[in-house]
């Protein structure tokens, strides 16, 4: 199984990054898990076309008391992805990191990995925070590879500078380990050029290179993601090429 957990700095697109990832997985013919671990619950909008779902905390606020079933608190989206959005607590009164961890709780008991038996789950996590409840998805095997998205800005490099740094930290307790940087292009000047001096600073490869594309907002009004828009365009060749790559690494380990 294929666990990765995607983080980089808020609003540099991790979330279009992981829905377009699921959707090509999916169309690559593999089961798909995608669980969107943010109070804002908006990871899946794009597989669902463009409908909400109703994340795990909010259920369990409604109803005062825990989902049944797997069904209760996920929908089917795009080429048979699983989606499940973890929220978090009515604003203002409590820790958005401790949503995560009830989710993952919740999501043991269920016993969602052994009666789904996806091939690929992604984690699309808040921000740029590791730390708390925003690492659950790194820790106990959770995710086993972390994808760092980040763009030529410089708060985006920093923020990515400090998830590698506080993965690493993790790395004695046998945590996820950072694969590698998806660079999420947003057009600034010399972007290419300091991201590659990023990554060789970090030690880290460039995995994936997104180009800047206006299909991706066209469709994302439409409540798509490219891959289900137009599998063909360039853009959609793009995300095959980096869900390509990270199953030919699952495949070699």
């Known amino acids: 199984m294929l666990k990765i957990a995607i983080y980089g700095k808020g609003g540099i697109g991790k979330s279009t990054i992981t829905s377009n990832l699921s959707a090509a997985f999916a169309q690559l013919g593999k089961k798909v898990i995608q669980i969107g671990c943010d109070p804002k619950a908006d990871s899946n909008i794009n597989l669902l076309g463009g409908e909400s779902l109703m994340p795990v905390m909010n259920y369990m606020r409604e109803f005062d008391s825990e989902p049944e079933k797997i069904e209760d608190i996920s929908k ?99 945590y996820a380990k950072v694969l590698g940087i998806v660079l999420n292009h947003r057009n600034v000047e010399n972007e290419d050029q300091k991201v590659k001096e990023f990554a060789e600073s970090a030690g880290l490869p460039i995995v994936g290179d997104i180009p800047r594309s206006g299909d991706i907002n066209r469709f994302e009004e439409m409540g798509k993601t490219v891959i289900e828009g137009d599998p063909d365009l360039p853009i959609s060749q793009h995300f095959f090429n980096l869900a390509k790559l990270l199953l030919e690494g699952e495949e070699m380990k």
């Open 76 to 174: 089917i989206g795009f080429g048979g992805v699983l989606c499940i959005e973890t929220g978090g607590p009515t604003p203002g009164l409590g820790c958005a990191g401790r949503g995560i961890v009830t989710t993952f709780n919740l999501l043991e008991e269920l016993d969602l990995f052994e009666t789904y038996r996806p091939d690929v789950v992604l984690y699309d996590v808040l921000g740029d925070v590791v730390c708390g409840g925003f690492a659950a998805p790194i820790r106990e095997g959770y995710a086993e590879k972390v994808l760092i998205v980040t763009s030529g800005e410089k708060m985006a490099l920093y923020a990515a500078n400090n998830i590698n740094s506080a993965v690493k930290n993790f790395e004695d307790r046998g």
